[in-house]
């Protein structure tokens, strides 16, 4: 398994797509770090020091969006990218049958790809978080705390573990359809469908559930639950409550996606006092499992239908 | 002789299509066995079973001494598969590719780098070895599928239509290739075609197999000897084929 799993992230790093990948996210990350922390500087000087700031990079919004809400949209993107055609193309090629014909175990090759993509991927964002913060280090001139590492490096591991949900998602289908083509655009499908669809049409489908009503409490209560609900389907919004707590330990709420600028931030809607890191990690706790087992569960059945495929007409 | 496969009423039926019916056959330690038939005789199916790539429905078969459903691993250390329509990683040279696959048999680095370089050579590909696969000509690469067959050090060595496409100078390297490499290196083949004219040429035996079936198997002149009169006393496995075919 070992030496798939070499050949494999040999082959991710020489991609000319995981180049052009890496210098897309690249620049966007770096552009959006500049602008906030030119943002940063320009607000928050004069002030005492706050607390937290150095986390501030990536949760405030610069001109657009800040760079949790960007890696929420576009990392699906990543993982999508690099698994659409991890079986299929092989399949197509010929190649699979030979490797089949080799000494090694059918899993090894689906577990092989799906590891070396996760470590594709994680090597990426520990090298971006890094990049970024020592940007951040030079641009803002503030140092991070002990707890702000311990909390950039929860996060990164709950972008490894979002963005493998969809590198799991993209390598099912590409187990499932034949064609690239096909697998490519049914996880660009739905990748939409969960970020946009389900991303702004949550309080739509509550409100024809649950219709508000502004005077019964109790009905406000119930369209609030359902839209919470709603809205967890979606990996796309658990991911994204779930970095914005970890990353703002002061915020009151996991509700996201409120573009908030870095005064705001400090006196709005907040903590008191910021919460403590474990705290912080009960809160998303449930949040991160229910993401890892959805990529287990879909892992889980690309790996069940891939044992069971039959080889014929490879 | 011993025999280096054996299948018992083998039987594989898919979604109530029988593709291999009640299959009894055996190749012999190093001989060169023809394995014959028309497109979508269960030539395929077969080999899938005798790799453990697929379950039979019923009855057995055993590759080199072992079970292909309980021992999979066992049997693809030992039996080189050349599929039909061989593929390749097209972006990787010769030499990376079958480095690739050297890993896959766990053959140490220091020791694939000879293997490797002695298999090109056998099929005279050993110029070529750090060109990309993606420029090789169909020739080239049916050629370094042999050559990766050979990688493993195999007993037996299957060939699933390893003629097919090419032109006929490339026909005859590649049937003597696979006559050097049983006779020289004593490896067994089972050599799936169903051109004919040239598996006369090199298989010691053949089996015909129709719908699953086999209607016919032994040395060509002991077909030709079950009642069937060749034409002007020349033995071709052609007319032997056809017979069968047209008693249908």
């Not at chain 1, 790093?13 to 897309?24: A, D, G, K, V, Y």
């Not at chain 1, 399949?91 to 175990?105: F, I």
């Not at chain 2, 066992?74 to 329509?85: A, D, R, T, Y």
Request: glycine share 8%.
């Amino acid at each position: 398994m070992f030496t798939i799993f070499r050949k494999e992230i040999a082959d991710h790093f020489n991609s000319t797509r995981f180049l052009i990948l890496f210098c897309l996210v690249l620049c966007v990350a770096l552009l959006t770090t500049y602008m906030v922390s030119m943002n940063l500087r320009s607000q928050l000087s004069g002030g005492a020091k706050a607390e937290y700031i150095f986390l501030m990079l990536f949760t405030t919004s610069g001109e657009f969006f800040s760079l949790t809400q960007f890696i929420a949209f576009f990392g699906p993107l990543i993982g999508v990218i690099m698994g659409f055609d991890a079986i299929n193309r092989e399949r197509n090629t010929g190649t699979l049958s030979k490797l089949l014909s080799q000494p090694v175990y059918r899993d090894a090759i689906v577990n092989a790809k799906f590891l070396a993509g996760l470590a594709t991927i994680s090597i990426m964002f520990v090298s971006l978080v890094l990049l970024l913060s020592g940007l951040g280090m030079v641009a803002i001139g503030v140092v991070p705390s002990g707890e702000e590492v311990a909390r950039l490096i929860v996060y990164m591991l709950i972008s490894v573990i979002y963005v493998g949900f969809w590198l799991g998602m993209a390598i099912l289908f590409s187990v499932i359809f034949r064609s690239v083509g096909t697998a490519a655009l049914a996880s660009v499908a739905l990748w939409i469908f969960v970020s946009f669809f389900i991303g702004f049409g949550y309080r739509f489908i509550a409100d024809v559930i649950v219709p508000p009503d502004q005077d019964n409490p109790e009905v406000m209560v119930k369209n609030a639950r359902i839209r919470e609900g709603i809205s967890r389907v979606s990996p796309v919004n658990l991911y994204s409550d779930a970095t914005s707590t970890i990353l703002d330990p002061y915020r009151r709420t996991t509700k996201s996606f409120v573009l908030l600028g870095p005064m705001d931030a400090i006196f709005m809607s907040r903590f008191q006092n910021a919460l403590p890191l474990t705290q912080s990690l009960l809160v998303v706790a449930p949040y991160l499992i229910t993401i890892l087992a959805m990529t287990v569960v879909c892992f889980g059945i690309s790996y069940l239908i891939f044992m069971k495929q039959e080889i014929r007409s490879i | 002789m011993t025999a280096v496969i054996e299948t018992a009423e083998l039987t594989k039926v898919y979604g109530g299509q029988t593709a291999v019916d009640h299959l009894t056959f055996e190749v012999r330690q190093g001989e060169i066995f023809g394995f014959l038939g028309p497109n979508g005789a269960g030539k395929t199916t077969t080999i899938l079973m005798l790799l453990g790539l697929t379950e039979p429905t019923s009855g057995s078969a055993r590759t080199l001494g072992f079970d292909p459903m309980r021992q999979p691993l066992k049997v693809k250390e030992q039996v080189g598969c050349m599929p039909e329509n061989v593929g390749f990683y097209d972006d990787l040279t010769a030499h990376e590719n079958l480095m690739y696959v050297a890993r896959l048999n766990s053959v140490p680095d220091s020791q694939a780098k000879t293997r490797i370089d002695a298999a090109l050579k056998k099929v005279k590909l050993a110029g070529e070895a750090n060109k990309r696969v993606g420029a090789y000509s169909r020739g080239m690469r049916q050629r370094l599928a042999i050559a990766e067959v050979l990688i493993k050090n195999p007993k037996l060595i299957i060939l699933d239509e390893p003629t097919l496409g090419l032109d006929p100078e490339g026909i005859n390297s590649m049937l003597e290739l696979i006559k050097v490499l049983s006779r020289e290196e004593g490896i067994s083949v089972l050599l799936c075609s169903h051109l004919l004219h040239q598996t006369q040429q090199v298989c010691d035996r053949v089996g015909i197999l129709n719908e699953g079936k086999l209607v016919a198997k032994g040395t060509i002149k002991e077909l030709a000897g079950e009642g069937i009169r060749a034409k002007e006393g020349k033995l071709s496995l052609e007319d032997i084929y056809m017979r069968y075919f047209q008693e249908e």
